[in-house]
């Protein structure tokens, strides 16, 4: 299984971007793989953490940081996972990481390779 994510780059502060996190490479009998995808991010100096994440239901969650601003969204039939980011802010500067799994976002799972967001000021 593979994550392979784009979509980061440059932004002022107000602006949007949208992530992309494409799946890849599980056998048939591996979908529940991608029961559960989202992202994480970490920033300069601090922790990963959560910022959304989706089941294949369509069950969203949102850090409280994000609420309102940030919206998740995925493609079952691509397994494939959206963030779209508006508003965007200094601090939401980080590096965004892709992440999939069968139950939790916080059990094992697959991780993408990292896409850099810099929202300047």
């Known amino acids: 299984v593979q994550l392979v994510e784009s979509g980061g780059g440059l932004v002022q502060a107000g602006g949007s971007l949208r992530l992309s996190c494409a799946a890849s490479g599980a056998a048939s009998g591996s979908i529940f793989s991608f029961n559960v995808m989202g992202w994480f991010r970490q920033g300069p100096g601090k922790a990963r953490e959560l910022v959304a994440g989706?089941?294949?239901?369509?069950?969203?969650n949102y850090a409280d940081s994000v609420k309102g601003r940030f919206t998740i969204s995925r493609d079952n039939a691509k397994n494939t996972v959206y963030l779209q980011m508006n508003s965007l802010k200094p601090e939401d500067t980080a590096v965004y990481y892709c992440?999939?799994?069968?139950?939790?976002?916080?059990?094992?799972?697959?991780w993408g390779q990292g896409t850099q967001v810099t929202v300047s000021s």
């Open positions: 992440k999939s799994g069968s139950s939790s976002l916080y059990a094992p799972g697959t």
């Open positions: 989706i089941t294949r239901g369509g069950t969203t």
